[in-house]
């Protein structure tokens, strides 16, 4: 049995910057590579600072959805701002049942990577009661402890 835990949460605004990830979805080292790329650029350009000026914790959120279509990846945090900056997103995250997987890692990518796998490779299938019908997810960076990147993916799920 993997280690994760079902928690209600209440409904939460994360404000990011992102991009359309253009790797087809079974590709795994592109999709990886070109989120590596966007949280590079994020924190040379500045963008991620501006978003960490908004915040009203220390969570960095790597956010995945699905917009029109398109594969979305965001930057993150949670906030009850906006930026007057076209290219920001707010991104509603649901009040409700949450599978919540806990880890850490070495980097931020790194725990991303762990956590993702874990939660939809092992633990979702493991929860017959519960189904992800879809929505944001997210990675959330929580903080560093002994060297290591801890922190937590979210994934909002409905009673089957």
């Not at 959120?61 to 594969?71: G, S, T």
């Amino acid at each position: 049995m993997t280690n994760y835990v079902l928690e209600e949460k209440e409904s939460f605004t994360v404000l990011g910057f992102g991009i359309e990830l253009t790797s087809d979805y079974t590709d795994y080292a592109g999709i990886n590579k070109e989120k590596v790329d966007f949280w590079q650029a994020v924190k040379q350009d500045g963008r991620l600072d501006t978003l960490k000026s908004v915040a009203i914790n220390d969570y960095i959120f790597a956010v995945n959805e699905a917009v029109n279509n398109k594969m979305m990846h965001y930057a993150g945090v949670m906030t009850e701002t906006t930026l007057v900056r076209e290219e920001s997103r707010v991104i509603q995250f649901p009040k409700g049942e949450y599978l919540v997987v806990k880890g850490e890692a070495k980097t931020a990518n790194e725990l991303s990577n762990m956590l993702t796998s874990i939660a939809f490779g092992q633990c979702l299938p493991e929860v017959k009661d519960f189904a992800y019908v879809g929505g944001p997810n997210a990675t959330v960076e929580m903080g560093q402890r002994n060297g290591l990147v801890y922190g937590e993916m979210w994934i909002p799920v409905v009673k089957k």
